[in-house]
């Protein structure tokens, strides 16, 4: 797609100079754009396709992410401590809309890119890790009173772990691809935790756990850290904040947060959870959390962070069992690289679990 000719449908002010990838997203593409203003100021923007096999209601979408972001950006507005959370900055089309359908059936939509800010796609050390963790149960903390109706849910059982395992029992029934071969053992150390990986929605339906409003992908890469003082600035990727547990975002973030390396390492002696992660992200994450959480919120997050990890191998899988339909791959085996990867960390995290709920002990002892 032509990126100057998308960047005529927005109100933006300036003459589009270049555009180049950005980020490393497994579903929406995302392009930076330059513009340069009339004062002869550059001015950064960012452009999304919305994949919209993924997001069948990019409108619906858009409705949650434009609520979420303006109710951030009040409150980032009327602050006068300088530290406030910042907020997406989504630039509507010329006539008004959130996004742009093109011709050709894809939805864009477009933001202003926070400058001075960086991503980590594998954190560096224990405070970014902290910092990142704070970040995302500040921005948490930030939409716990937004008003109006329910928010949409943008991909309906997105965390719906027991769902997600039953899909994968469809894939591995029909072995449409015959991959079925390759992958028995990881088949089996899924579907041997089926019952464990179900326990947060039992609780929710039980009625012992609360939904909250939560972000729902809160890996690692999703929070812009301030290149200078490495301070947590924004939480981006707003597609699939909707109605869910706070545990799936603890679990996503330990997950992505935690892992001694890249989503897609194939040298499983690599991988593996590194404490020291672990437990910056539970102080960070309890700093901006802990007023809002039960006692069983609080118990309950070590094993959602592997439940979460689970999860995400569980999609892995079941997308290279189906032909690798729904993530975007590099190479061929990068789903099944991916869900190893997902799987290893799973089990570094049984082997470490009993210090991981001491920690949240210690914890909750010294409030
Ligand atoms: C996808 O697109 P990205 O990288 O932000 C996925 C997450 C997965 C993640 C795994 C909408 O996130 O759920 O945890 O890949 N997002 C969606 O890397 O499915
Ligand atoms: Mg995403």
């Not at 991959?179 to 326990?199: M, S, W, Y």
Request: net charge negative.
């Amino acid at each position: 797609m032509d990126i100057q000719q998308i960047s005529e449908r927005f109100s933006i002010a300036g003459r589009f100079v270049s555009a180049k990838p950005l980020g490393n997203g497994n579903v929406n593409e995302t392009v930076l754009v330059s513009y340069v203003q009339e004062s002869g100021q550059e001015a950064r923007y960012v452009f999304q396709r919305i994949n919209h096999n993924v997001f069948t209601k990019p409108l619906e979408l858009m409705d949650n992410y434009v609520r979420v972001s303006r109710h951030i950006k009040n409150k980032f507005d009327q602050d006068t401590s300088g530290t406030a959370h910042r907020s997406v900055d989504v630039v509507l089309t010329k006539s008004g809309e959130t996004c742009c359908l093109l011709e050709n059936g894809e939805y864009w939509r477009a933001y202003k890119y926070l400058e001075n800010t960086k991503t980590y796609e594998v954190v560096e050390n224990a405070d970014q890790a902290y910092e990142a963790a704070k970040t995302f149960a500040e921005f948490l903390k930030l939409i716990r009173d937004l008003s109006g109706e329910r928010l949409h849910e943008t991909i309906p059982d997105f965390h719906n772990t027991s769902k997600r395992i039953e899909v994968l029992e469809e894939a591995v029934k029909n072995d449409s691809y015959n991959r079925l071969k390759d992958v028995e053992q990881e088949v089996n150390f899924i579907f041997d935790r089926k019952e464990e990986a179900g326990t947060l929605l039992r609780l929710l339906a039980e009625g012992k756990l609360t939904e909250r409003i939560t972000h729902n992908d809160t890996k690692l890469n999703n929070v812009l850290l301030d290149v200078k003082t490495g301070c947590g600035v924004c939480v981006i990727d707003l597609d699939t904040v909707m109605p869910g547990l706070i545990h799936y975002d603890f679990g996503d973030m330990v997950r992505s947060g935690a892992a001694s390396t890249d989503e897609n390492e194939s040298d499983l002696s690599k991988v593996y959870m590194k404490f020291d992660m672990y437990s910056a992200i539970l102080h960070g994450f309890l700093k901006n959390s802990n007023g809002f959480m039960t006692p069983l919120d609080k118990e309950l997050l070590p094993l959602s962070a592997k439940i979460i990890t689970l999860e995400t191998g569980v999609r892995f899988l079941t997308d290279y069992l189906i032909g690798d339909e729904y993530f975007k791959i590099r190479y061929p085996n990068e789903n099944f690289d991916r869900a190893r990867m997902q799987l290893k960390l799973v089990a570094s995290m049984e082997e470490q679990f009993e210090s991981m709920q001491n920690e949240v002990s210690k914890v909750i002892c010294c409030e």
